[in-house]
Nanobody, 118 residues
Framework: QVQVVESGGGLVQPGGSLTLSCVGS????????VAWYREVPEKEREFVAF????????RYGNRVKGRFTISKDNDLNTVYLQMSSLKSEDTAVYFC???????????WGQGTQVTVSS
């Protein structure tokens, strides 16, 4: 059974840090690139970060560049999103997508809520 599960969300004060995890199972995780997106009500889904299947070539959305770091551990089938200097506008549901562009397959998680508030 294919699963992508995000965790690590929660409530954090402005300026604080949080690390999200995305664990994949039921497929060959090392063949899949992973991207994080986030959503807030009544707004379009926003790209946050990307990492290649091998764990290289990280890319970031403009609003998080310099504050977020994405990494991939294929031994643990896990991608991490380290978030620092958090702002209220980072409040959103964060989703993880594992995708294989060659096989044209993608798997989404259910999301994890991040709330930045004092």
């Amino acid at each position: 059974q294919v699963q992508v599960v995000e965790s690590g969300g929660g409530l954090v004060q402005p300026g604080g840090s949080l690390t999200l995890s995305c664990v994949g199972s039921g497929f060959t995780f090392s063949n899949y690139a992973v991207a994080w997106y986030r959503e807030v009500p009544e707004k379009e889904r926003e790209f946050v970060a990307f990492i290649s299947s091998s764990g290289r070539l990280p890319r970031y959305g403009n609003r998080v560049k310099g504050r977020f770091t994405i990494s991939k551990d294929n031994d643990l089938n896990t991608v991490y999103l380290q978030m620092s200097s958090l702002k209220s506008e980072d409040t959103a549901v964060y989703f993880c997508k594992a995708f294989d562009p060659i096989a044209s397959t993608e798997y989404w998680g259910q999301g994890t809520q991040v709330t930045v508030s004092s």
